[in-house]
């Protein structure tokens, strides 16, 4: 009898947990989404979490599980005419990973637009990233830019939150990097499981396209494990690891010029000899910094 007491009180324990964390999470979504003239609006009844994100975007999930994908809310908006705008509200743990998602998605030809701390669109969407959240807004209705433009900036301003692009963006040279080219990899940079926290974007300089990354851990006990790891990878010399400039042939990815600069470590891969040295000067002069 009292083992059958203790279970029934546990499972009205997990039960009411259960309530609980589901009402919680119902309110956070409630507060993600304005109401918005015009427009009836519904909120979903289901956050998605990592264990489920699966349901939702298939496809996709593992990008977003990458960059420590923490919750998904959505919500849709409808007019009198039928006509319905699709939100989708990621939240990541941090405002680069959030960043990270994002620049996977977007291209330097799409059209940008100013919402949270920079977003782009294109027919029938317009996306945007704010703090630690990507905001997706999509429809299969046409002509309603303008409204998508509208409802975004009410959620941008309802959600406020700090509209910065992380800071290592302003470390990169500017002579010769394609605009808006700058993507952030949280795993598995170069292909290797040991290297992750890295920025990269596109150059071009005397005809010869060419890459230049900055790869930032959070202190420089662990740059230096991952450039022992790297160096043990490529078989470098450990005689000749005590230095801040080095020339590595890596197997897969080619000829790349590193240099080692406090926690950071930069790189170039790509273009001729004379490319990588004066790159190589201006990044460490701009990690210097």
């Not at 994002?102 to 990233?129: C, K, L, M, P, V």
Request: aromatic share 14%.
């Amino acid at each position: 009898m009292q083992k059958k007491l203790f279970y029934k009180r546990m499972i009205l324990t997990g039960l009411s947990i259960l309530i609980i964390c589901s009402v919680t999470m119902a309110k956070d979504a409630e507060n993600m989404f304005p109401k918005f003239e015009g427009w009836d609006l519904d909120v979903g009844d289901k956050v998605y979490v990592p264990d489920n994100l699966f349901d939702i975007i298939n496809g996709a999930a593992d990008s977003y599980l990458s960059y420590d994908f923490q919750k998904l809310y959505t919500a849709e908006y409808k007019d009198d005419q039928d006509r319905r705008i699709r939100v989708y509200i990621f939240e990541h743990s941090n405002p680069v990973n959030a960043f990270g998602i994002y620049s996977q998605e977007r291209h330097q030809d799409y059209e940008f637009n100013e919402t949270g701390a920079q977003g782009f669109q294109s027919q029938g969407a317009y996306y945007f990233i704010t703090g630690n959240l990507y905001v997706q807004i999509t429809t299969g209705e046409n002509n309603l830019d303008d409204t998508m433009e509208q409802l975004a900036n009410k959620i941008e301003k309802n959600i406020d939150q700090d509209n910065k692009l992380p800071p290592e963006l302003n470390l990169f040279p500017d002579k010769g990097k394609i605009h808006d080219s700058e993507k952030y990899i949280a795993n598995n940079f170069l292909g290797y499981s040991y290297l992750h926290s890295a920025f990269i974007a596109d150059y071009k300089q005397e005809g010869e396209s060419f890459n230049v990354f900055i790869i930032s851990p959070v202190n420089e006990q662990e740059t230096e494990k991952m450039l022992n790891d790297y160096f043990d990878f490529v078989k470098f010399p450990e005689s000749t690891r005590n230095q801040s400039k080095y020339s590595i042939e890596d197997p897969y990815n080619g000829n790349i010029l590193l240099l080692k600069t406090g926690r950071y470590i930069g790189g170039i891969m790509g273009g001729n000899k004379g490319i990588k040295e004066e790159y190589t000067k201006l990044l460490k002069e701009n990690l210097s910094l």
